[in-house]
């Protein structure tokens, strides 16, 4: 099973300030089948990102993804009000699972 | 619209069974292998099962191998998942999701179903 670590835990920014996300894999993850989710509280996650650095169907071009390997960053360029959510990295190159989640907050 | 809507959640005691139903809309639900998912209260999400297109591939987390079933009617765009011997730890938020054709993971979610088990 591939186990997916995520860092930091929270990240507290001012809105307009960039957010880094990191997230590492026990094991390279194939073909990069590595996606981002964003999960608002109460809601469903919604696909972000995926195969490492493709944006999905409406996602705003501040949110991007890049890494390879064991290695994956999301960023979010410059931080609106309503990014405030627990971002979530899933590999699927082997069966699927979840990193354990980075909530952001906005200041 | 494309849409998933589950049903079925409720309070159940230790060692009960539940269904839980997910219909689909908006899409060609024959074409698309079909996932639940799962979120404890206030943790992260757990991939529970997988089942193809055309039933032939169905997959199990370990934590619940023998105790849930998966399946599909293509017929009636709906998705199932029966949970049997229930336990504390299966409380959760219960998700289907559609696993995309590109991409290829889950590009659709639908609101989730709580499932609580308590005595």
């Known amino acids: 099973e591939i186990v997916l670590t995520q860092s930091p835990g929270t990240l507290s920014l001012s809105p307009g300030e960039r957010a880094t996300l990191s997230c590492r894999a026990s094991q390279s993850v194939s073909s990069n089948f590595l996606a981002w989710f964003q999960q608002k509280p109460g809601r469903a996650p919604r696909l972000l990102i995926y195969g490492a650095s493709s944006r999905a169907t409406g996602i705003p071009d501040r949110f991007s993804g890049s890494g390879s390997g064991t290695d994956f960053t999301l960023t979010i360029s410059r931080l609106e009000p309503e990014d405030c959510a627990v971002y979530y990295c899933?590999?699927?190159?082997?069966?699927?699972?979840f990193g354990p989640g980075t909530r952001v907050a906005i200041k | 619209e494309v849409q998933l809507v589950e049903s079925g959640g409720a309070l159940v005691k230790p060692g009960g069974s539940l269904r839980l139903s997910c219909a689909a809309s908006?899409?060609?639900?024959?074409?698309?292998?079909m996932n639940w998912v799962r979120q404890p209260p206030g943790e992260g999400l757990e991939w529970v099962s997988s089942i193809s297109s055309t039933y032939n591939y169905i997959y199990y987390a370990d934590s619940v191998k023998g105790r849930f079933t998966i399946s599909r009617d293509n017929a009636k765009d709906s998705l199932y998942l029966q949970l049997n011997s229930l336990r504390g730890d299966d409380t959760a938020v219960y998700y289907c999701?559609?696993?995309?054709?590109?991409?290829?993971?889950?590009?659709?979610w639908g609101q989730g179903t709580m499932v609580t088990v308590s005595s």
């Open positions: 999701a559609r696993r995309g054709l590109r991409p290829a993971t889950f590009d659709i």
């Open positions: 899933q590999q699927y190159a082997n069966s699927f699972t």
């Open positions: 908006g899409f060609t639900f024959s074409d698309y292998s």
